[in-house]
């Protein structure tokens, strides 16, 4: 039994399900070393701070590039936030500002 859980907010499921399929493959190998290893496991190039205790998971595959916003929670989870294909260098801000309201409606 792994020690560590990965835990879809409400939209957050259904965005990572629209992802391309190679993107959902890599990201969901992450997830998988996350349960394994815990918090150890998302270092650079998996993952990376983007507002405090907010992070990303990143992926690339053939059609683009993916983010996948969350947090960690106290009872040992990794709680993702918002799914999506990135289009700019930068995680868009109202992408962060998405990601933080979800937090606050599922706390």
Do not use: N
């Amino acid at each position: 039994m792994s020690k560590w859980s990965v835990i879809f907010c409400e939209h957050a499921e259904a965005e990572f399900c629209e992802l391309p399929a190679d993107v959902q493959s890599k990201l969901t190998r992450t997830m998988f070393l996350f349960k394994v290893h815990g918090p150890a496991a998302l270092m650079m190039p998996l993952a990376r701070p983007v507002d405090g205790k907010l992070w990303e998971l990143r992926a690339s595959g053939r059609d683009g590039i993916a983010r996948c916003l969350y947090v960690l929670d106290t009872g040992r989870a990794l709680v993702i936030l918002r799914a999506f294909m990135k289009k700019t260098q930068k995680t868009p801000q109202a992408e962060i500002k998405l990601a933080w309201a979800r937090w606050e409606v599922s706390r």
